[in-house]
């Protein structure tokens, strides 16, 4: 049964700190996409790849954020330095220009 | 601006007591439109893909249907197992790069009680 899995699950860490969220994508797919949950903005896509190329990251604060695709297995979302709004759930989904988005677990980020 | 709007933000229900949830959009050209369950502490799981004006689609209780302006999702006869969070989300179509991206709605909050 191929997941996207995504660590850690639950991360906490006080304001200034690094925090670097990992993602592993179904094997196959090509495009992978990474979402921030809150309760007030629902859903926000921050950034995407398709073939480890970023295709938009527009929704992605370009200051404290970055994210990459060192290889087709591994998806990274760094925060730094991390600040208490940056509190929500991270998720990560992978899919094909054919198929729907299949997302992961989350990681749930605290920041005080 | 691509615009997805669901209604109601929460709704509970009876066992057995059957409904609709509503996902209305506004967008320049729409390519799919996508449920998706989600449950606490996890993340959205796929429902359906709409693709276009007429079509349906069903599993187990749940039928989703598209109009050129919204989609519903009907819930025959719900279980407690049914309760859960529904999002729906557009994906628009892009003449250049990349058009997998999602836009999504806040979805709808279903509890069905015995």
């Known amino acids: 049964d191929a997941r996207v899995t995504q660590t850690p699950r639950h991360k906490v860490t006080e304001m200034g700190q690094e925090v670097t969220m990992r993602c592993q994508p179904i094997?196959?797919?090509?495009?992978v996409f990474w979402y921030r949950q809150t309760m007030m903005q629902g859903l926000e896509l921050l950034a995407y790849?398709?073939?480890?190329?970023?295709?938009?990251d527009s929704g992605m604060p370009k200051d404290r954020f970055s994210a990459e695709m060192p290889d087709a297995t591994l998806a990274t979302l760094k925060i730094q330095p991390s600040e208490p709004r940056d509190s929500a759930v991270y998720f990560c989904?992978?899919?094909?220009?054919?198929?729907?988005?299949?997302f992961g677990p989350g990681t749930r980020l605290t920041v005080t | 601006e691509d615009q997805v709007t669901q209604s109601p933000e929460a709704l509970r229900l009876q066992e057995g007591e059957s409904s609709s949830l509503n996902c209305s959009y506004t967008?320049?050209?729409?390519?799919?439109l996508f449920w998706y369950r989600q449950d606490p502490g996890k993340g959205p799981e796929f429902l359906f893909t709409?693709?276009?004006a007429g079509e349906e689609k069903e599993k187990e209780r749940l039928k989703a249907t598209l109009t050129k302006k919204e989609s519903f999702l009907h819930i025959t006869a719900p279980k407690p197992e049914d309760s859960a969070t529904y999002l729906c989300?557009?994906?628009?179509?892009?003449?250049?790069?990349?058009?997998?991206?999602?836009?999504f709605g806040t979805g709808t909050q279903l509890k069905v009680e015995l």
């Open positions: 989904a992978s899919g094909l220009a054919t198929t729907p988005q299949y």
């Open positions: 094997l196959g797919h090509n495009t």
């Open positions: 790849f398709r073939n480890r190329a970023p295709l938009d």
């Open positions: 967008v320049s050209g729409l390519r799919g």
């Open positions: 709409l693709y276009s």
């Open positions: 989300a557009v994906q628009v179509v892009v003449l250049t790069g990349g058009g997998n991206k999602l836009t």
